[in-house]
């Protein structure tokens, strides 16, 4: 096998194929390089992912091998520019230009690419693509609250979602996905696609399947492909949020300059001297706006305009984050109270930040909110920015006795109108407080069956008693014990039925099987499975 490359190129692509850390199965560690035609593809995968590009370049000599990643990365950046040359003989050793390369194992052993997929195309630019998982991926990362399902970036309808379960992000897409379920794609394969997406010239299409509730469904999967590009992943089983429940649906609109918001957030945030999570006061009134630190006396007024005085506190973290993904001059604010979550919109993005809570005594001062004056929340994100509304003057009646007449029945229909109003909000705010607890209730209720689970594994006999070996058929790994067919891939280990049985850590290889520690280890060339001890 041999051909010659322009090094920038080469190692521009090859670097997409570096990750950080170490997999204990060698043969995760290298890419597959195969030379075919007028071309060479470049294969790298975690189980959990495959990414496949190609390259155009002077073939010499058709073959294939395996090459450690790090090190190959390694050798490309010391060379100097212009082409160079990758030869293997069929020996222990790759030549990379002068500097040779200690081969992997067989290419017989690396893992089989995932047949391809079916189902309803999207098209979607990269570079679209890529802000949407900019955006939504910090949110993900930063869930500490243990919820595996906001562990993960989500498709939904025609938006890419991410929660930390204190906060919300919603990115607009180009684009519908069929039905109304969601494909969760976890953090490390969102993570690795933002990455490489920037690869590709053009747009890119893709395709999602395997619902969680369809019946007889495959895995989840997503597959992202372009002119020389392909991006296949794994995707997550289980259950997101139905999000859209704590939306409120009205609120007081508030109209923020972002730029002056933005400063005044930096100077309270630095004059706190915090970087963690830390109280905000945000009030509102008139044509300004006022931040102030709740422990330390910081203030910085922002540019602003709402129809009647607010306050809230807000985490001025999440307030500083939220505010620096907006591209747009101004965004609109939505306020329905101190309790409640605050909906920051601009053209194509949406923020839910949840308050913090305050003392009884100081709820005193901050003023409730006028029902008159409270608007829909558009549900569309790429709605035009906030316009002024203007109102008509009525001509004035000719003579004194009717402009009395006129003015006592206005304020009669004026009473009507707010007690109508004052009735209505007190039923929606008893509705969404249900709602709201509700969905305390249903989530109290999953992390029960999930310590029912939990229970129920730790009872189970322990299945691995001796060393089983592992087979490879694809991108799983297969093994039989005790009449039991189990299937090991992405640090997880599930049952012929479907069922997630244990885990295990991709590194290490140490992990739980029903409740018992076992290993992952390679042995006589392969790879087998064995009971562990906890030291």
């Known amino acids: 096998m041999k051909f010659q490359v322009d090094k920038k190129d080469f190692d521009k692509i090859i670097r997409k194929h570096n990750r ?16 075919q035609g007028k071309e060479v593809t470049i294969t790298s995968t975690t189980l959990g992912y495959f990414l496949t590009t190609t390259l155009p370049a002077e073939i010499i000599e058709e073959g294939a091998v395996l090459l ?107 684009f519908t996905l069929k039905g109304d379920k969601f494909f969760l ?36 999967q997503i597959l992202v492909e372009a002119q020389g590009f392909q ?67 910081v203030e910085a007024d922002f540019k602003a305009m709402a129809p009647e005085k607010i306050k809230f506190v807000v985490n001025g973290v999440y307030l500083l984050e939220a505010i620096k993904s907006f591209q747009s001059k101004k965004v609109n604010l939505y306020f329905n109270g101190m309790d409640y979550p605050v909906v920051m919109i601009a053209s194509g993005l949406k923020h839910l930040l949840m308050p913090l809570s305050t003392d009884n005594e100081e709820k005193e001062d901050f003023p409730s909110i006028s ?31 009717q402009v009395a007449k006129l003015k006592a029945e206005i304020k009669e229909l004026e009473a009507v109108v707010k007690k109508l109003q004052e009735a209505g909000l007190k039923e929606r705010k008893a509705k969404e407080f249900w709602q709201e607890k509700a969905l305390k209730l249903e989530e109290q209720v999953r ?38 067919k189990i299937m090991l891939a992405n640090g997880r280990i599930w049952a012929e039925s479907g069922e997630i049985l244990g885990a295990y850590d991709s590194k290490t290889g140490f992990g739980f099987l029903a409740g018992s520690p ?5 042995e006589n060339g392969g790879f087998i499975l064995k009971p562990a001890s906890i030291n």
């Open 447 to 484: 992390n029960l069956l999930k310590e029912l689970e939990r229970l129920a594994r730790k009872t189970r006999k322990v299945l691995v008693k001796e060393p089983v070996p592992l087979v490879f058929d694809g991108s799983k790994a297969l093994a039989e014990l005790e009449g039991h």
């Open 68 to 174: 450690p990643i790090k090190e190959l990365v390694n050798v490309v950046k010391s060379l100097p520019a212009g082409e160079i040359a990758v030869e293997w003989d069929g020996g222990d050793f790759a030549k990379v230009g002068p500097v040779p390369i200690e081969v992997g194992p067989p290419v017989e052993e690396f893992p089989g690419t995932p047949e391809p997929l079916t189902g309803p195309i999207y098209k979607v630019s990269p570079e679209v693509l890529k802000n949407a998982l900019k955006k939504a991926l910090p949110i993900a990362k930063a869930t500490k609250s243990g919820a595996l399902s906001l562990e993960n970036i989500a498709f939904h309808k025609n938006q890419i979602l991410g929660c930390d379960g204190h906060r919300l992000v919603a990115v607009n897409m180009p």
């Open 185 to 220: 794609l976890p953090i490390e394969e969102a993570t690795k696609l933002s990455q490489v997406i920037d690869l590709v010239e053009g747009d890119i299409a893709f395709r999602v399947v395997g619902w969680k509730n369809q019946e007889d469904a495959p895995k989840p």
């Open 518 to 522: 076992i290993l992952v280890a390679q």
């Open 231 to 297: 991006f296949w992943a794994l995707g997550f089983e289980g259950c997101y949020p139905e999000y859209w429940r704590i939306f409120p649906t009205q609120g007081l609109e508030v109209v923020v300059d972002v730029e002056s918001l933005k400063t005044a957030a930096e100077i309270v945030a630095g004059g706190v001297g915090k970087k963690d999570i830390f109280p905000l006061i945000f009030s509102v009134g008139n044509r300004k706006g006022l931040l102030a630190g709740t422990e330390k006396k």
């Open 20 to 35: 950080r850390g170490t997999s204990m199965m060698h043969v995760l560690n290298c890419v597959l390089l195969k030379v």
């Open 371 to 401: 029902a008159e004056n409270l608007v829909d929340i558009p549900q569309t994100l790429n709605g035009p920015e906030y316009q002024p509304k203007t109102k008509k003057r009525a001509s004035k009646p000719k003579g004194k006795s």
